[in-house]
């Protein structure tokens, strides 16, 4: 009997031991940065600090490549994961990246269905031109940088969302600032923009009066953030950008709350 007192006691303790470690799985973020197109220098530094970030905090292992394979739910050979072991992607990407229909609509539906997270870094607004359920999700299309790199004074329109609390109402910022064509306010809560007040909008090349650097959205049941800083390397060392990209996958993972509500 008692014996039996012992072993029940045992496998209680185990089975509770193992409701806590399936509770606090730390979060698995896949970052890609495949280009094809533009082959941005500060690619291998924003994937860097991805996986820097996730080790720091603990909370989640980022998954680097500069392919698309696991972008997929189909069951892959050789080990590999798919989709299915994610909890958000993250892309810095340029061009028509070499997915088929399967994996286009398995990402889509990782996001939309799943109610998993989607991050985009500068030039993510830079891919998949020809597939316009990308451009829906992310907010848009790249739509030129008639400023190149300049003195960009940035503003921050949102002051209570996680990721750009921290900020400065305004701050200045060495970057490549990108226009956006098919965005709408109707659809995404914008956190940052450019101070139109202090940048040539005369030059040649402007096309649009409101410039969006930062903005976030709910696409189903996930959540998607989008932030066009990151051209310059040197920059994914500000801490204020590490702490914004900190607090970006902290949401897009569901560990936090903030508000994506659109303000037209």
Aim: charged fraction near 25%; include cysteine; glycine fraction near 8%.
């Amino acid at each position: 009997m008692k014996t039996r007192h012992t072993f029940c006691l045992v496998l209680a303790l185990a089975l509770l031991c193992g409701c806590g470690l399936a509770q606090t799985r730390k979060k698995q973020l896949l970052a890609v940065g495949m280009s094809a197109g533009w082959q941005h220098e500060s690619v291998s530094d924003a994937l860097v600090t991805l996986y820097q970030l996730g080790k720091e905090t603990g909370l989640w292992d980022t998954h680097v490549r500069t392919d698309v394979q696991l972008i997929t739910k189909k069951k892959l050979p050789m080990n590999a994961k798919n989709l299915d072991f994610f909890d958000a992607v993250f892309f810095m990407t340029t061009g028509e990246l070499p997915m088929d229909d399967e994996q286009k609509a398995a990402l889509l539906s990782f996001v939309r269905d799943d109610g998993k997270g989607f991050l985009g870094a500068h030039n993510a607004t830079d891919t998949f031109y020809k597939w316009p359920e990308y451009g829906e999700m992310i907010g848009g299309y790249f739509d030129g940088h008639p400023w190149n790199q300049f003195e960009a004074t940035i503003l921050v329109e949102d002051l209570e969302f996680p990721a750009t609390r921290h900020f400065q109402k305004a701050f200045q910022v060495r970057d490549e600032i990108y226009q956006t064509k098919g965005f709408s306010r109707d659809k995404y809560r914008v956190l940052m923009t450019l101070d139109t007040t202090k940048a040539d909008m005369t030059k040649q090349g402007v096309k649009h009066k409101e410039i969006p650097i930062t903005w976030v959205r709910e696409y189903g049941k996930g959540r998607v953030f989008y932030c066009g800083l990151g051209h310059p390397p040197e920059l994914w060392g500000r801490a204020e950008m590490r702490k914004m990209w900190i607090e970006a996958v902290k949401w897009t993972m569901g560990l936090i709350p903030g508000n994506a509500t659109p303000r037209p």
